[in-house]
């Protein structure tokens, strides 16, 4: 079963470098694409039968209608192929003691292909990223973060890369009605019903190379081994139930992770209006951290999105509160966010990221090994304001390039004081390079 999986997810890869070779591709920048089964969307419409079936983002996950999508899109065959990337080439410098100076790439490419099969439409997507080999020693520098491990130690002041896989997933979308449809989604590695569209594949998000500092409580689902998903929606609601292997991804990045299922989650998703995606969702995780893996996570999340395309442009927001609490015990951890990008003039893009994020005792030890009778609890509350800028630079249609710059002000609690400051700060400069025509 894994195997034909997998099968399943990489034919769109192998689809579209064969139309590549044979120089058919075409070029499309685009607001989502909610098609009906089987009918291809030509470059610069907009399909709105469900606004649930256009699956341009991770998972099952979405975001408003009107929100744009830069790819490139061909049709073939039948098949309705697309492509979209996404990278950086950062360069961060931070401040005090525990702040670290590293140049990095995040990035990562989705291929995704869409036909009519049957009475419905498969959708196969398989999304990759250069991160092992592109972010050294298994992580970049974020002060105050913390997540996963590296070499057998916790990562603190650092963000993990991303797995080679991120996602290889079918999906299949049968409408029953017309506003009703039922979804099938089966990924050996992808986004079970949590949260909103995960940071990497957000459009409030689209301009900032830097991981959110509340990723661990907020979307860190995003890349999950075994995933299964049930969905059924009517008009503009959608319910969703997933089973997954709850353990985050080990420090090998480049293969295909596996586990037997043991956690599940649950998602409601409103969609009122062209502008609008809101979500509320609950899982529980068993296992997730390598560091204790004893302590199970009910983690509830609720996001709010509203898009609104400018003459010139688009502005893209994102409200986001994430709560996890260990399971049988009393660590209860918060994380709140607010994400805003705005494209003006057509070349230009302005953004901030807001964030209060609650953090543990592990920040104190750093990346040490744990002490015997270590006990993870909430320390304090901190603060991250990100304010940025950049521009698309002059280049050919396909690609999307750009020069910007990001500052980052942190606020710290009491007890963070004397490793780290009142107020350390970030800065990154990057070059960015996106796959499709400018986004306005």
């Known amino acids: 079963m894994r195997l034909s999986y997998t099968a399943l997810a990489i034919a769109p890869v192998l689809m579209l470098f064969n139309i590549s070779l044979a120089g058919q591709g075409t070029m499309s920048s685009m607001p989502n694409m909610a098609g009906m089964p089987g009918m291809p969307a030509m470059p610069g419409t907009k399909m709105t039968a469900d ?12 975001q408003p209608e009107s929100t744009p999508s830069p790819m490139l899109m061909t049709t073939r065959d039948g098949w309705t192929l697309m ?27 989705m291929a995704m292909a869409q036909r ?4 419905g439409k498969l959708t196969l997507r398989a999304m990759l990223s250069l991160e092992p080999l592109t972010i050294t020693d298994r992580r970049y520098p974020e002060l105050l973060q913390t997540g996963e491990t590296a070499f057998g130690l916790p990562i603190v002041d650092g963000q993990h ?27 050996p590695m992808g986004d079970p019903a949590i949260g909103p569209t995960a940071f990497p594949h957000r459009e409030s998000a689209s301009e900032d190379p830097i991981a959110p500092l509340g990723h661990h409580l907020e979307d860190s689902t995003h890349v999950a081994a075994d995933v299964l998903t049930a969905g059924a929606s009517y008009r503009g609601v959608r319910l969703e139930a997933s089973l997954f292997h709850g353990r985050e991804p080990n420090e090998n990045r480049w293969n ?15 969609a009122p209006g062209g502008n609008w995606a809101a979500q509320y969702s609950l899982a529980h995780i068993k296992s997730p951290e390598a560091l204790f893996p004893a302590g199970n996570q009910f983690r509830q999340t609720a996001s709010i999105m509203y898009n609104r395309p400018l003459a010139n442009g688009d502005w893209a927001n994102t409200l986001l509160w994430g709560r996890t609490r260990d399971v049988g015990g009393h660590n ?15 070349r230009n893009h302005a953004w901030t990221r807001i964030e209060n994020a609650d953090k543990t005792n592990q920040l104190q030890l750093g990346e040490a090994p744990l002490p015997l009778a270590f006990a993870e609890h909430f320390l304090g509350r901190v603060q991250a304001y990100s304010f940025g800028y950049d521009r698309d630079l002059p280049a050919p249609n396909w690609l999307a390039p750009a020069l910007g710059v990001q500052w980052t002000w942190y606020a710290t609690p009491a007890p963070l004081r004397s490793s780290y400051g009142s107020h350390p700060q970030g800065v990154v400069v990057f070059l960015r390079f996106r796959l499709g025509a400018t986004r306005h």
């Open 332 to 346: 209860i951890l918060n994380g709140y966010l607010l994400e805003s990008t705005l494209g003006f003039a057509g």
């Open 161 to 187: 890369p991303h797995n080679f896989f991120m996602e290889l997933a079918a999906l299949y979308d049968l409408k029953l009605g017309e506003h009703t449809m039922i979804s099938l989604y089966a990924a």
């Open 83 to 109: 492509a979209h990337a996404l990278g950086f080439v950062a360069l961060q410098e931070q401040s005090g003691a525990r702040g670290a100076d590293k140049l990095f790439s995040p990035n990562w490419a």
């Open 51 to 62: 606004p649930f079936a256009s699956h341009d983002a991770s998972g099952t996950s979405f």
């Open 116 to 119: 009519r099969l049957g009475p």
């Open 256 to 270: 295909l992770q596996t586990g037997g299922i043991d956690s599940w989650s649950s998602r409601v998703n409103f």
